[in-house]
């Protein structure tokens, strides 16, 4: 059969973004490849779930049960095994994600059906796959083929395929678990939310954030000065959580917090996509960094090719002048 | 305890310019240095903790060309008992899954409870190897691990979700973790320690250890290239003075001030 | 001729190196600033043996060779010049004297305590009146019965304020010179040793740079160390080893010179580009490295003298000391020199690197006393 099939993944009862995103992608390629697109929801009570997905894809494959209630690999494994077996589509599309990526491998491998993991671009012709993929710290990307072969399973990056409306009415088909229980060998226990800090950086509307350049924790002490010179929160990075240096409730990212902020002033960060996926909401980012190609330049607004301890004592100074002359 | 950590030597790229070479196909690696994977010496290192609470043998696996004989002798002083390198050399292009296929056909022989790799390779960032391995083994895994508590036969493991949500999961042994950066503080080597593994051999495997026939990648390389630049930031440029009186004047221009 | 490090030369480099730059530099302005030593830090790299590199391990130490401790001296002091010379002191001033020339009993007694960072070593051998002419030497040592009677006051004293272990040299015998001269081991809490005063120093501020104030302290005869009249000869030969790593740490820290003046040549821009471009800028930066890597030649080649066992390398060390620790000075003054008026100000670290630089032309032997070593040795 040549379809292409979706994993919809949802999280303490909330479909997550990367869902719209596989679905539209997945709905895009169908097209093109005169196919249908199928969603597969695996989890429990999902009526809901069905309803809000039901104009993105051609057909909903539900699998029901409470075993499904949360994110268990093995069991979606298992389970996904037997759909992949009956309906043999030609691509399947996952996240990139926590999710994703405990899945993904394990399951093609157990199929033995060409794959790989994180994806940009996708081009599908004649039976060939081609995907585009980042690699080097991001700073190159790296066009691949994948073995021929009926069948492929791929993980996207979040961000890259646009979520769009559907338009679509989906058929629902169930699908039995061959599951019930949880094993042993692999239990989910509970969620673990982030300990709540004394300062949300989610609610700041100015956002100044440190990265690997900040080099030493003893310099933090000149952004925070900073910061509160503009009226900012400071937020930062991931290996400035790594080294200890700030605590987690921090670290803006697609392993921290999403931030919006009206200002966001990315200092020494190189601009990763695990950070850039959760500030490029920001409405305004200015990004300090030493090099000119860092990514970072690709996603702000306006940019400052220098050291940032040059740049800060000076703009620390401007920013009080200009409140000044504005009380 | 019998323990396996796999580990990877890459380039380091995170503050490196990065060039592609003449065949379009690599990149130079003249200037660049190398060193073990980030998230490969926290899974050593957690390795090694395992170890010294547990005891049992902790084995070190490396597929690398020989330089990645340096980076397993590291894995040597910091507490790995033994090493094992494949030979890169004698397996063409490698994609993640081929690397799963020969560290499983490197280890399989082996007794172990606990298989770690990092969650991530810096320089191919796949993130899969860790989770093929596990199925090819046949053991469960978790990935993205930032805590491991073992009780008998029991870990109590927690793995990093998106916005800094937590998932607690209770696995049972033999089990493979991907190790996600952060989870301890990797040591240094001591210099007796240093001393001690220049001297211990590197076992070494290659082509008539393991059939290359038998081996198949996933994916093939087509080719590499610098990612277009969509929106570009407006790089502000003069004098500190001037540039820093332009940022006042954006920031103030948006009502922030 | 091989150039190569060998295994465990390379993994030593590679630690210390990382250590180096993750644990000793981001310190290194603060205890510049405030010469605080850096005594966390010293426990750090006692344990991981940085502290016995070259002593035996039956001793408690790592039992590496001579070029190992050059490179080790070399990455710390390129992060830190003050743990530079606090590590390269306890190693070569007073363990390797004490491995070298100690009686069975102190070496037990002794070098495990320094090599676990227990007490630290200094090395007592400047006064006031007496550095690099040794036999002006005024401070004196009385047999009397089981014991020597120490006095006298030493100088410019390097871990002094820290240590627990000191290597003193005075006279036995005044009227033998040179021969009349004796080394002993002081322990800290000796009864009538005290502290005197705290040097403020230009650069390697952290090092507890003290006076040593012996009045009538009570030394067990089993504490000299080697023969009596044996003190310049001891004296002479711990100098040649400690050459060796004076010399690395003058190459450590022209190499942060040289990193310093390259990161800034390349982000500071004048005349609408980066000035690095300027060939003026690229010539200083050209004969920096040049002469980096030809100190650090001379310096190796020491180290594999001492590896050899030579008995005597005291023109291989003199060179290396006195070639490493010129070039030191003028690579920290060029890379100023690069960062123009900014480097004059303490916003950059080369700041400090260059009054760092400086002591290596003073102490362990000037640049004058080397320069008559290694003559000598060729009219000789």
Redesign the interface.
Known sequence: MNEIFALVEHRQGAIRDITYELLSCGRKLAEKENTKLTAIILGHNTDDLVQILKSQAHRLLVVDNDVFKDFNSELYQITLNEIMKKHNPMLFLMGHSAFGMDLCPALATQLGVPFTTDCLDIEFMEQKLKVTRQIYDGKLNAKVQLRENPGYMITLRSGCFPAGEGSLDGSVERFDTPVSTQPDYRKFIEYIEAAVGEVDITKSDILVSVGRGIKDQANLSIIEDFASAIGGVVACSRPVVDAGWMAKDRQVGSSGKTVKPKLYIALGISGAFQHIVGMKGADTIIAVNKDPNAPIFSEADYGIVDDLFKVMPVLKTKISEVKLAKG | MDIIVCIKRVAQTAEAEVKIDSSGKDIIKDRLTFDMNESDTYALEEAILLKEKFGGTLTAVSLGTVEAEDTLRIALAKGADSAIRIKAEDFQELDGYKTAQLLKAAIKDLKFDVVFTGCIATDDYYSLVGVTLAELLGVPHATLVTKIVIQDTKAQVHRELEGGLVEHLEMTLPVLFTIQTGINEPRYASLIAIRRAAKKEIKVIGASEIDPANIQANASLEELFTPSVGKRAEILTGSMDEISAKVAGIIKEKGLL | MNFDL???Q???Q??VK??ADSVL??VA??IDKSAEFPRDNIKKMA????LG?IVP?EYGG???DYISLAIAIEEISRACASTGVIVAVNNSLVGYPIMQFGSEELKKKYLPLLCKGEKLGAFGLTESNAGSDVAALETTARLDGDHYILNGTKRFITNAGEAGIYVVFAYTNKELKHKGISAFIVERDTPGFSLGKHEDLMGIRATANCELIFEDVKIPKENLLGKEGGGFKICMNTLDVSRIDIGAQAVGIAQSALDEAVRYSK?RKAFGQPICNFEMVQSMLAEMATEIQAARMLVYFAGYCKNKGMARFSLESAMAKYYASSICVDVARKAVQIHGGYGYTK?YPIERIYRDAKILELYEGTSEIQKIVIARELVR
Do not use: R
Request: aromatic fraction near 8%.
């Open positions: 060998t295994n465990d390379k993994m030593l590679d630690q990382k250590f530099a981001p302005p603060d344990e991981l043996g940085l590199i391990e790592a039992g590496f982000e916003d």
